[in-house]
Each structure stands twice: as structure tokens, then as C-alpha cells.
């Protein structure tokens, strides 16, 4: 007989605890082999005084079992309290986030029967990095971070996924038409990596008319992987029109940890009434069951939900007269699957599962690049008249082999030959190249010139090629 997988629990906020009761229920009941170790998350222990969130003795456990089955959580209102699935998926190092996207038509409403979409988002880097300053009065900085392992992990994990679960396509969102490096280096890798599954179809969309057509044709896509901002958004986007966010699990995986959850909040309001549906929570279940091997629980516990909800048992906030047969709380619902165990659903798709993809190669080895340093982006912090005047005043510092070479203005170019009515801030990047390569004391001493003039600099961007290609943009204008 197999060793039971021990699993870290949080019974969380609000709606958490009973929907984790009904989701431990069932998945016991199909026969899953887990310990569990309960801990204590969430509002209890932001109010304690604990401003993560979490003990560090839960992570003791978190360290010990490397499974978290995680209950939603309350996050007090106020400054000062982090999110704890932020927290989490950063210490673990949860790379991937996984949101199937289902439609359960005709038992559940939606304007998309066909849909079937599997959403896989990068989780770490992009603009949730955190990396935000004010500069100056008025402008305030997010710094976008997309990074060659970050992305390689995430795209190969989406194919693997893909071959994995049978799926035949794997999409590539991304805006590289704007930010031509940083989505440039994400649609580049997937491109790479996609060349490797010659056994899948690979397709790559320009986010906001991708994200236009999986609104509206969500059957034209399958498995779809794109950077943190935008699987963030769509993937809330793709649950609802699917047919419910309630009804949404979610896996994050990591190297060595993973998390499972519903991707739906604490619901206060509906706590303690027995009213809460435990159907995101307990598919996020079972794709933890997946994730630890134990595939054949999974597709009981999955396909005894599919047939509960092909019989019409469903909670109030999927009910519809003429359509479900009988309305029941959380309690009842769990009863309901757990009676189905063993059977599978007649008319909606039987679930079938194989393990998890998070065995991937190791990380591509990339050849040393020759990196020259041939200029500097000098951020001002300045508001006492128009280019014309800053390029003036800034004549006064050219000199040791730099020279300023152009202004811009919130990622416009203002000078030289700039258009008199575009509107500026009091941030300007100004632009400094060399004749050649150039130093880190050349560097040095135009700052101290700068500063000798009575210039505020608030931030430098060194400019450096690749292999002799600019690894910096131009601004719009240029």
C-alpha cells in the first residue's frame, strides 16, 4: 500500500473553513492518501499583529509537506497587511499558475458551451515584482521585470501541460509590439521552446486582440501562457465567461512546493450560512491530487462532481429554475458528491488525468554575450520651463567623451526636433552617448557635473549593447 502524502491546510476567512470541510470531506471519502497538518492563516494572524499573515511555524510545516491546500483568506483593509498569496508564491518560488477554464453547459449558464481554455500565467516577475518609486512630485515608477529563466520555466511548463493533458495548442500572449525587450524576450522564448514540441500546434497573439478573441471565441484557444499582468487579468476574465469564478480551482506549482486553491475571496458576507459553493475549492483539490500522484483519486473525485452537477444538485449561486433540480448548501453538495463517487458524468466530458508537469528540464545554458557600455539615461527630476531650456542647460555638462544626445518626456521624445504640444511631466530622461565604449568613471564624473550645475538626478539607466545590438529603447518620436 502507498505512504500517505502528508499536505499543509488552511481552513482560512469567511466562507474558508466550510468549503475546506465539505473539499477534505470528499476527497477522504474517494480514498485520497494524505496527512494533513493544519495551520493558522490569514485575518486572525494579520490582527495578532503579524503583518505577513502567516506564523513562522507555518512555514515549518510549508517546508516539511512542500503541499499547501489553502482556504481563502481576509486581508484587513488599511495599509500595512501583505498579500499573503503574493508572499507565498515568492518565498516558494511558485512560478506557475494554472486556471482551468470550463464551461459545464447546459447545467451551468454561459454564453460559451464549448469553452475549454486552460489559462498558465507566470506568477513572479512583470510589473508584480513590486519595483516602485516615486520620482518626483508627479510621476510615479513601475519597473517591468521579464528575465530568460523566468520565462523559460513558465513556457515549458505550459507545453509539457499541454502534451501532458492531451491538449493539442499552446498560445503565447504578449504586447512585444510595444515593449519590444521585455515582452520581445518572452514571445523569443516561446518561439525557442515551441520548436521543441513539433507534436503541438503553437500560435502567438497580441494581448489585447488576443484577449478580444478569447472573450469572444474562447474555443479557438486551449492552452494559453503569457506574463504575470496579463494571466492575472484574463484568467479572471476566461473563469467568469466560462460560467462562474466559483467554480474555478487553481494550482500554483513551484520547483520544489506547490499551492492549491479556489480563485475566489473569503466572501465574509456569506460565512457560517451553509450556503457557500466548495466547487473552486475542491477542484484546486483536485489538482492537487494530480500534483502528488495520486491521478486515479482525482478523476473519482472529479468526475463524481461532474455528474452532482449534471444531476442538477447545485448551490444558490449556480441554481436556475427550469435548468438545476434541487438547491442545496455547502454541506448537502458535499454529501451529494460523495454518494456519486465511482460514477461519471453521461453527457458532460469524463475527467482523465496523467501526473503533473512539474519534472521540466533543466534551463537552457546561454552563451556569454559581450557587453559594452556605450552611454547613460540621466532621470531629472525638473520643471522650470520647456526642452529647448533643459537641453540648454545641460549643454553646459557634455564633455569626457559624452554628450547628450536627446530628451524625452514620459517615453516621448522632446528634444532635438521635438513637437512644441506635447504635454510633459517633471520627469525627463535625458540620453548621454559616447564616441566608443565608455566607463564607470566617465559615468561618475557627469553625474558630479550634473550636480555641480544644481540639476536633480533621481535615477540612472546605463546603456549597454549585446554582441553589438542596443539592449535600450528609443523613445516614441526617435
Not at 249 to 260: P, R
Request: charged share 25%; proline share 4%.
Amino acid at each position: 500500500m502507498a505512504n500517505n502524502t502528508p499536505i499543509t491546510v488552511a481552513h482560512g476567512d469567511g466562507i474558508g473553513p466550510e468549503i475546506m470541510a465539505a473539499s477534505l470531506h470528499i476527497i477522504q471519502e474517494a480514498g485520497a492518501r494524505v496527512d494533513i497538518e493544519q495551520i493558522e492563516i490569514g485575518e486572525k494572524v494579520y490582527l495578532s499583529g503579524n503583518s505577513a499573515g502567516i506564523e513562522p511555524s507555518a512555514w515549518e510545516s510549508l517546508r516539511r509537506t512542500r503541499v499547501f491546500f489553502k482556504a481563502p483568506i481576509t486581508t484587513p483593509q488599511g495599509g500595512g497587511f501583505k498579500s499573503l498569496n503574493v508572499t507565498t508564491r515568492k518565498m516558494l518560488g511558485l512560478y506557475a499558475n494554472v486556471r482551468p477554464c470550463v464551461a459545464y453547459h447546459p447545467y451551468v449558464d454561459t454564453k460559451h458551451p464549448r469553452m475549454d481554455v486552460v489559462i498558465v500565467r507566470e506568477n513572479e516577475e512583470d510589473l508584480y515584482a513590486g519595483i516602485e518609486y516615486r520620482q518626483t512630485a508627479q510621476v510615479m515608477q513601475s519597473i517591468k521585470l521579464i528575465s530568460r529563466p523566468g520565462t523559460e520555466r513558465i513556457v515549458r511548463y505550459a507545453f509539457e501541460y499541454a502534451r501532458r493533458n492531451n491538449r493539442k495548442k499552446v498560445t503565447c500572449f504578449t504586447k512585444d509590439n510595444i515593449m519590444k525587450l521585455s515582452d520581445g524576450l518572452f514571445h523569443k522564448i516561446f518561439d525557442e521552446i515551441a520548436a521543441e514540441y513539433p507534436d503541438l500546434v503553437n500560435e502567438h497573439w497580441i494581448v489585447d486582440i488576443g484577449a478580444a478573441k478569447l472573450a469572444d471565441t474562447p474555443e479557438a484557444f486551449d492552452v494559453v501562457v503569457m506574463p504575470n499582468l496579463y494571466g492575472d487579468i484574463l484568467s479572471d476574465v476566461a473563469a467568469q465567461i466560462a460560467g462562474s469564478v466559483g467554480l474555478a480551482g487553481s494550482s500554483n506549482i513551484g520547483t520544489n512546493y506547490a499551492m492549491f486553491e479556489a480563485i475566489h475571496g473569503s466572501a465574509p458576507r456569506r460565512a457560517g450560512q451553509n450556503l457557500a459553493n466548495p466547487s473552486g475549492l475542491l477542484l484546486g483539490g483536485v489538482m492537487m491530487l494530480v500534483h502528488i500522484n495520486q491521478a486515479d483519486i482525482a478523476e473519482r473525485v472529479h468526475n463524481a462532481w461532474l455528474k452532482t452537477i449534471e444531476d442538477g444538485i447545485h448551490t444558490y449561486d449556480i441554481y436556475v429554475e427550469g435548468v438545476s433540480r434541487q438547491k442545496v448548501g455547502t454541506r448537502e453538495f458535499a454529501q451529494a458528491v460523495v454518494a456519486r463517487l465511482g460514477q461519471a458524468p453521461e453527457k458532460l466530458k469524463a475527467a482523465r488525468y496523467e501526473r503533473d508537469a512539474s519534472d521540466l528540464k533543466g534551463l537552457s545554458v546561454q552563451p556569454a554575450l559581450k557587453k559594452d557600455l556605450v552611454g547613460v539615461d540621466l532621470f531629472l527630476d525638473w520643471d522650470s520651463g520647456t526642452g529647448d531650456d533643459l537641453a540648454a542647460a545641460l549643454a553646459r555638462v557634455n564633455g569626457d567623451g559624452l554628450k547628450l544626445q536627446m530628451l524625452s518626456n514620459r517615453g516621448v521624445k522632446i528634444w532635438p526636433n521635438g513637437f512644441p504640444d506635447t504635454f510633459t511631466s517633471d520627469q525627463w530622461r535625458c540620453r548621454f552617448m559616447g564616441d566608443g565604449n565608455v566607463s564607470h568613471a566617465q559615468v561618475a564624473a557627469l553625474l558630479s557635473r550634473v550636480a555641480e550645475a544644481g540639476l536633480d538626478f533621481i535615477k540612472t539607466e546605463n546603456l549597454c549593447n549585446f554582441d553589438g545590438k542596443p539592449g535600450y529603447s528609443l523613445s516614441q518620436g526617435e
